[in-house]
């Protein structure tokens, strides 16, 4: 049997034949690592929501600590620092419950308002790649005294 070469067809040495498999597996590589950093956003993002809740609470508490009686009216309210570190205290192990140790509060007093600042290492999907160690997120939250004297 012969074959005659005008119908039967070679592949020239340099076409591009076969090349789509390599740039299938590049894209769906890339797809891959677009979800996972989406994951990983997305869940920092969630923690540092709640973050940002517990930290409004813990000021609003704080603002608490301003003492209401013995003042005339219209005079700012004094400010009890060590009643509002416990109110601080006692709302983080409820908002918290045991991650409460885990996260660092710092309490000022500028006028009438207080600041209430709150950092924290959230741990993330994936972390060892992307975040090695967690990432370290840090909220501020005011609040005023909700009375004057």
């Not at 710092?106 to 990432?135: L, N, S």
């Amino acid at each position: 049997m012969k074959i005659d070469p005008s119908t039967h067809r070679h592949a020239a040495p340099d076409s591009e034949q076969g090349s789509t498999i390599p740039l299938l597996i590049g894209f769906f590589m890339l797809a891959g690592l677009l979800l996972t950093g989406g994951v990983v956003a997305g869940a920092a993002f969630v923690q540092l929501r709640s973050l940002q809740s517990a930290c409004d609470g813990a000021a609003i508490a704080a603002a608490n600590g301003f003492e209401r009686g013995g003042t005339t009216l219209g005079e700012a309210l004094p400010f009890d620092p060590g009643a509002a570190r416990a109110a601080v205290a006692t709302y983080a192990v409820q908002a918290w419950g045991a991650e409460a140790a885990q996260v660092d509060i710092g309490i000022d007093v500028v006028g009438e308002q207080v600041v209430v600042r709150c950092a924290r290492t959230a741990h993330v999907p994936f972390e060892t790649v992307f975040a090695p160690g967690g990432v370290h997120q840090v909220v501020t939250a005011t609040s005023r005294a909700p009375l004057q004297g």
